[in-house]
C-alpha cells in the first residue's frame, strides 16, 4: 500500500509561517477542514510545541503543558464558549491562537473587547485539483486535470470528502461512481458521528438532514432551514464556503451536492430517521405558513410524501390557498397513507368547492359523489373536531346546490354561517383558524344564496366573508368574496345584472376566478363591441363551463347570447340554450334563474327572426323577473323587429323605473330614436332627433357602443346616418367615429358581403354609374322591378337602408373599385 499519509499541502504551511506569533487568529471552517494537519506540518521539524484544546472544557488546569501555539476547536458562539476562550487566553497569553470554528467568534468576547487578529476563510483550505492530482498520487491513483476538476465539482472541495473518494479510489484501483459513492458515505458517516458525539453542532447536522430530503430550495427557504438557532445560521456561511451546495443561477435555487445529498439520504435510511426528519421538515414547512410564506412552506414537502401527508394534516384547514391542481393529487395520494378524516374532507373540498384556489368552477356528477363518499367516510372515522365538522357539514350544502337544491342549500348554509358565529371547542381556541373557516362558511352562504335568489342576503354574506377572510390576513378569498359582489348590487337590489349593474361594477375590474374572469371579459368585449374580442369569448368554450353558483353561469350565459347576436350567430346561441335548458331540468331553479333564462332565450328569438315568440315571453314575465332583466327593454326591441314602433315606445313608457342615467338610460334612447323615426312622421322625427342627441350625449363620456349595435346593422347605420344631422360637440363627433368603425369591424366579421349573390355584386358595382332605378335597370338591361327587388335584398345584407349608404357601404367595403 503506498504511503497514505496526509498530503503536505505547502500553501497552507506557507499561511501559517506569516502569522505573527502570539496572534490571535479565527478560521471560519466547517470540521475536518484539514486545518489540524496544516498546523501540525507547519510545526513539524521546529522546537515550538502545540496544545489541541476543546471550547467544551470551560477551564484550563494549571498542570496542562506550555505551548506555543494553541489550536481551539471553537464549538459555538455562546457564553460557555467565550469563557473557554478567554480561559485559553490566559493560560497560554503569549502562543499563537487558532481557533477553528464553523460559526462566529462569539459576541460575549466582542463586548469584552476580545478580538482576533486574524479572520481566515475556510475556503481557503478547501483542495484544489493541483493537490488533488498529488494526494491521489500519494495514494497510488493516477488523474488527469480533467478528472480532478469533475471531482471537486462532484464533492466539492472540502478536504474531508474529496479525501475520502480519492482513498475509496485508490481501495479500488479507479475514481469511478462507486468510489465517488463510497467516498460520501464515509465522510457522512463521519459527520454523523461526529454530530452524535457533540463535535458537530446536532442542530447543524439536523439542517444538513433536512437539506439533504428537501432538495432545491430557494435561498429564503434555505435560511429557514439553517435558522433554527444563532449557531446553525452562523454556520451556514460555513457550509457554504465549504461548497457542500451549489447554485443554480436559472432557478434561484440551492442544494447540497447531488452525491453528497445521496450519502446524506443513505444516512438517513440506514440510521432510520426519516419520520424524524420529516418532522422537522413538517415544522419548518408549517413555520413557514405561518409567516404567510404559503408557497415556500408548501414547497419544502412537495416532494416528500411522508412530511406532505403530515403537513396536509396539520393545515387541511388552509387547504383553499393551495391550487386545487396541486392539492387535489397530493390529498389523493395522502388519503392511501393515512385514515385521518381531515384529508377526506380537504380531498372532497378540492372537488366540489368552486372558492377554492385555481378551481375551474366546473363540478361533475363523478366529482359530487366522489365528496360525498368522502364525507361519509370522514364521519365514520370518528368524532370529528368542531372545525372540521363545520366545513364536512358546509360542503354537504354544497352538494345540496350542485344537486338543484338551491333552497335546502340555501337554508342549511344560513344555519351553519349562525352556528359559526358562536365558535366553540378548536375553534375558539385557534382565532386565526375561526376567522378563515368562518370566512369560508360565509362564502358558501353567499353562494347558495344567490342561486337561492336571495340576493340581498348574498351581498351581506359576501361583505362578512371578505371582512373576516381580511382579519385572517387571507387575501384571496378575501378577493373571492368580493368578485361575487360585482355581479351584486350594494342597494340591496334583487341583482345587478343588467347592463347598468355590469357597467358599473364589472368594467376594469380586476378578477382571478375563472367563472368571473369568464363574465368580465364577455362584458369588456360587449361594452365596446370589439368583435375579435367576442370572437375570442365564444371560442373560450371551457371558461363558459363552470357549475357553480348556477346564477352566475347564467350570467355569462345571457352575455355571450348577445355577444352571438352582434356576430350573427344566434343560431349557435339557440342550440346551446337548447341544452342547457334540458340539463337543468332536474333542478329547482328560482325565479333569477328563470329571469337570466329568459333574457337569453328572448335575446336569441330576436336575432333568428322569432320576435313574435319573444315578445310573447316577455309581456308573460312575472313582476319578479322584471326586477332582475330589463323586460321592457327586451320588449320594445322585440317590437322594432315587427316594425311595431308604437308598440316599442309605449313598452319603454310603462317601466316602472325610468331610466334617467347610465347605460339603460341611453339603451332606452336609442330604441326611442329607432322607433320615432321608423314612424316617418315630420314631428317623430324631431322627437327621434332629441332622442339620439341625448343618447350620443350621454354616451361620448364612457363611450359604451352596445347599445347602439344591439338592433342590428340596418339600425346601426341609419344612427349614424342621423347622427350627421346633429350639432354634435367634438366628444359625440368622435363617438361617432367610434360607431363607425365599430360597424365596419363588424360588416367584415360577420361575412355580410359573402352572402351576396353574384347577380348582386353586379348590381352592386353599377350603383355608383347610374342615377335611378330606371337607369340601373338599362344598364342591366334588366325590368325596373327586377332591380328593385335585388336592391332591397342587397339593402337587408349590407345593413342600409337607401341608395347612397348602400354606394358608400359598398365602397368600404371593397365592392365598387374608386375611378381616378
Not at 158 to 186: K, N, Q
Not at 327 to 344: C, F, I, T
Not at 461 to 466: K, L, Q, T, Y
Not at 660 to 689: D, H, K, P, R
Request: aromatic share 4%; proline share 4%; glycine share 6%.
Amino acid at each position: 500500500m503506498p504511503n497514505a499519509e496526509r498530503l503536505r499541502r505547502s500553501r497552507l504551511v506557507s499561511l501559517w509561517e506569516r502569522v505573527t506569533p502570539g496572534a490571535t487568529v479565527l478560521v471560519t471552517a466547517q470540521h475536518r477542514s484539514g486545518i489540524a494537519t496544516s498546523v501540525r506540518q507547519w510545526l513539524d521539524g521546529s522546537d515550538r510545541t502545540l496544545v489541541q484544546w476543546s471550547s467544551n472544557r470551560t477551564e484550563v488546569p494549571r498542570s496542562t503543558p506550555d505551548a506555543d501555539v494553541v489550536l481551539l476547536e471553537l464549538e459555538g458562539m455562546r457564553e460557555p464558549h467565550a469563557i473557554a476562550t478567554k480561559a485559553v487566553r490566559e493560560r497560554w497569553p503569549l502562543a499563537t491562537l487558532i481557533a477553528v470554528t464553523s460559526t462566529q467568534w462569539p459576541p460575549l468576547l466582542v463586548e469584552e473587547d476580545i478580538r482576533p487578529e486574524r479572520v481566515i476563510s475556510g475556503a481557503l483550505f478547501g483542495f484544489t485539483a493541483e493537490e488533488t492530482i498529488d494526494r491521489a498520487e500519494q495514494l497510488g491513483l493516477t488523474l488527469t486535470w480533467d478528472e480532478a476538476t469533475h471531482l471537486l465539482d462532484r464533492v466539492g472541495t472540502h478536504a474531508g470528502f474529496v479525501d475520502a473518494v480519492l482513498t475509496a479510489a485508490a481501495t479500488r484501483g479507479a475514481l469511478d461512481d462507486a468510489a465517488v459513492r463510497i467516498g460520501c458515505d464515509a465522510a457522512t458517516a463521519h459527520f454523523s458521528s461526529s454530530a452524535a458525539a457533540g463535535v458537530f453542532q446536532p442542530n447543524g447536522w439536523n439542517s444538513t438532514l433536512m437539506s439533504a430530503r428537501i432538495g432545491a430550495m430557494p435561498r429564503q427557504t434555505m435560511l429557514s432551514v439553517w435558522g433554527r438557532d444563532e449557531v446553525v445560521r452562523a454556520a451556514l456561511d460555513n457550509i457554504l464556503q465549504s461548497g457542500f451546495f451549489r447554485e443554480d443561477l436559472e432557478t434561484g435555487t440551492l442544494e447540497l451536492r447531488p452525491d453528497i445529498r445521496e450519502a446524506v439520504q443513505n444516512r438517513i435510511e440506514r440510521e432510520a430517521q426519516a419520520d424524524l426528519v420529516d418532522e422537522l421538515v413538517t415544522d419548518l414547512a408549517s413555520g413557514l405558513l405561518s409567516e404567510g410564506n404559503a408557497e415556500d412552506g408548501w414547497n419544502v414537502v412537495a416532494d416528500l410524501p411522508g412530511a406532505r401527508t403530515r403537513m396536509l394534516e396539520r393545515h387541511w384547514w388552509q387547504l383553499s390557498e393551495l391550487d386545487v391542481a396541486r392539492a387535489r393529487p397530493w390529498l389523493e395520494a395522502a388519503v392511501h397513507r393515512s385514515d385521518a378524516p381531515e384529508l377526506r374532507v380537504a380531498l372532497a373540498r378540492t372537488l366540489i368547492d368552486v372558492t377554492v384556489a385555481g378551481h375551474s368552477g366546473a363540478v361533475g356528477a363523478d366529482a359530487r359523489d366522489e365528496a360525498a363518499q368522502l364525507l361519509d367516510q370522514a364521519a365514520t372515522s370518528g368524532i370529528l373536531s368542531e372545525s372540521l365538522g363545520l366545513i364536512a357539514d358546509t360542503l354537504r350544502g354544497v352538494l345540496l346546490r350542485l344537486g338543484g337544491r338551491y333552497t335546502d342549500a340555501n337554508e342549511a348554509h344560513e344555519a351553519l354561517a349562525n352556528r359559526s358565529a358562536v365558535p366553540s371547542g378548536d375553534l375558539a381556541d385557534a382565532p386565526t383558524r375561526c376567522a378563515l373557516i368562518q370566512a369560508n362558511v360565509m362564502l358558501q352562504a353567499g353562494l347558495s344564496a344567490f342561486d337561492a335568489s336571495r340576493t340581498n342576503v348574498a351581498a351581506d354574506r359576501f361583505a362578512a366573508a371578505a371582512a373576516l377572510a381580511h382579519s385572517a390576513d387571507h387575501a384571496r378569498v378575501a378577493g373571492f368574496a368580493h368578485e361575487m359582489l360585482l355581479v351584486l348590487s350594494s342597494k340591496h337590489q334583487p341583482i345587478a345584472a343588467t347592463f347598468q349593474g355590469l357597467v358599473d361594477n364589472l368594467l376594469g375590474a380586476r378578477v382571478a376566478s375563472r367563472p368571473m374572469e369568464t363574465i368580465v371579459s364577455a362584458w369588456s368585449a360587449l361594452y365596446v363591441t370589439d368583435p375579435a374580442a367576442l370572437q375570442a369569448v365564444l371560442d373560450d368554450v371551457d371558461a363558459a363551463s363552470f357549475d357553480d353558483p348556477l346564477a352566475l353561469r347564467l350570467i355569462a350565459v345571457t352575455l355571450r347570447t348577445v355577444a352571438h347576436g352582434l356576430l350573427e350567430t344566434s343560431g349557435i346561441a339557440m342550440r346551446r340554450l337548447e341544452l342547457i335548458e334540458n340539463d337543468l331540468d332536474d333542478r329547482q331553479l328560482t325565479h333569477l334563474h328563470h329571469a337570466l333564462l329568459l333574457w337569453a332565450r328572448t335575446e336569441s328569438l330576436v336575432h333568428v327572426g322569432a320576435s313574435d315568440r319573444a315578445i310573447e315571453l316577455l309581456t308573460a314575465a312575472p313582476e319578479l323577473h322584471r326586477r332582475v332583466v330589463p323586460v321592457d327593454i327586451l320588449l320594445a326591441r322585440a317590437y322594432l323587429k315587427q316594425n311595431q314602433p308604437e308598440r316599442a315606445i309605449a313598452a319603454l313608457s310603462a317601466a316602472p323605473d325610468p331610466k334617467a342615467s347610465g347605460i339603460l338610460m341611453m339603451w332606452s334612447n336609442v330604441l326611442l330614436f329607432l322607433a320615432y323615426q321608423t314612424i316617418g312622421s315630420e314631428s317623430s322625427g324631431e322627437v327621434a332627433q332629441q332622442h339620439l342627441g341625448a343618447a350620443i350625449a350621454a354616451a361620448s363620456r364612457s363611450r359604451p357602443v352596445l347599445p347602439f349595435a344591439m338592433q342590428g346593422m340596418t339600425a346601426l347605420n341609419t344612427t349614424i346616418t342621423q347622427a350627421e344631422h346633429l350639432g354634435l360637440d367634438p366628444a359625440g363627433r368622435r363617438f361617432t367615429d367610434d360607431l363607425i368603425r365599430v360597424r365596419d369591424s363588424l360588416q367584415m366579421a360577420t361575412g355580410a358581403t359573402l352572402a351576396l349573390s353574384d347577380r348582386e355584386r353586379t348590381v352592386i358595382e353599377h350603383l355608383g354609374a347610374a342615377d335611378s332605378v330606371r337607369h340601373l335597370a338599362q344598364l342591366l338591361h334588366v325590368s325596373p322591378n327586377t332591380v328593385k327587388t335585388q336592391l332591397r335584398s342587397i339593402y337587408r345584407k349590407l345593413g342600409v337602408s337607401s341608395w347612397t349608404d348602400a354606394i358608400e357601404t359598398a365602397r368600404r367595403l371593397g365592392l365598387i373599385q374608386e375611378t381616378a
